[in-house]
């Protein structure tokens, strides 16, 4: 099971990992690539709060939430999210094991791998992590305030501790920051300024703001999108004859998220605050309060049932019973991914 740069990871049966931020954060850090990193040398680096969850096991219900989120954000998002390989169970329960190991790296391996040094392209990076962040919150599934250790270089999404559905548009609070789902991004704004300065640049403010215009300009394009306004410039297929370029799509889009949006932070109504239907039929009539005329839209993510206590109790009833059952486990999995 070990190898020469990836941690090896172990879980237990109370507290199970894949590892998966843990990966992210070493594969996000540019100059840790000499370094014989620790788990004491992680949790000095990392930021306070970060290190228990990435250094030690994961609470089981954790990682099958994780493995849920990820086949989701896979088939949802357009850079996809970081699947569970595997959930491995061991008789040990303790709290706070750190399981983590990592060869100290060598000519050899830092050789087998070139791609590890050198520069990064950051407006890429940004690029991605905007198109992520976009459709997760207009799909509904906002993954809340994210830093560097949320989203991998290429995009994929990897930290699923404040994902939720949420029943509308209104700018709902998903973390520990304050800040409401439409406002929670400047951590990863601040990840890309630190990405920049490992790498001695001086325009990683201008990469951020770089981020921000495609973060607005993907929700707006994203909107467009669930419409039913076609990508490409050709004959719209939700407003009988009229044409409909990127331009046009982008001030559409913009103009039914202002319609849409509350201003104001505000907590998840999950008890009795899901009806796609009701939603479908307020996107309806907002798009017409703007000139557009469409079919009520489907949305798949936008129940209870992927909301973070409902699938949290669903998960805890998987779990709760003397000796996991991994056969009710994967079951309960396979079918949050089918109903997406």
């Given amino acids: 099971m070990t190898q020469p740069n990836p941690p090896h990871l172990i879980a237990s049966q109370a507290y199970a990992s894949s590892g998966r931020q843990t990966a992210l954060y070493w594969f996000n850090q540019p100059l840790a690539g000499t370094l014989d990193i620790t788990p004491e040398l992680l949790r000095a680096q990392m930021p306070h709060g970060i290190a228990r969850h990435t250094c030690v096991s994961m609470a089981l219900p954790q990682a099958i939430n994780d493995a849920i989120w990820g086949e989701i954000a896979q088939r949802h998002l357009p850079h996809g999210g970081v699947r569970t390989l595997a959930i491995v169970a061991i008789d040990q329960t303790e709290t ?190 907002a798009a017409r309060m703007i000139g557009v005329r469409i079919a009520p839209p489907t949305l798949a993510l936008r129940d209870g049932r992927h909301a973070r206590p409902e699938m949290h109790a669903a998960i805890a009833a998987a779990t709760s019973q003397a000796g996991i059952d991994p056969a009710c486990v994967a079951r309960l999995i396979t079918r949050y991914v089918n109903d997406a």
Wanted: with cysteine.
């Fill in 96 to 285: 706070d094991q750190v399981h983590v190991v990592r060869q100290a790296a060598s000519t050899a391996q830092q050789q087998a791998c070139p791609g590890e040094s050198g520069k990064i392209p950051l407006h890429g990076i940004a690029e991605r992590w905007a198109a992520q962040i976009a459709t997760a919150r207009i799909i509904g599934i906002p993954p809340g305030p994210l830093g560097l250790q949320g989203l991998a270089l290429d995009g994929r999404l990897g930290d699923f501790a404040y994902i939720s559905a949420t029943p509308d548009f209104s700018n709902y609070i998903l973390g520990d920051t304050g800040a409401g789902l439409w406002d929670d991004h400047q951590g990863n704004m601040d990840a890309l300024q630190l990405l920049a300065a490992q790498q001695g640049r001086e325009d990683g403010q201008e990469i951020a703001d770089h981020f921000l215009h495609h973060l607005l300009q993907n929700e707006d394009r994203a909107l467009a999108s669930l419409i039913g306004l076609p990508p490409g410039d050709h004959v719209g297929q939700a407003a009988a004859g009229l044409v409909f370029n990127d331009a046009d799509k982008l001030e559409i889009g913009r103009q039914l998220k202002r319609v849409l949006r509350s201003a104001g932070p505000a907590p998840i109504p999950y008890e009795g605050g899901f009806d796609a239907h009701v939603l479908a039929q307020q996107i309806q009539q």
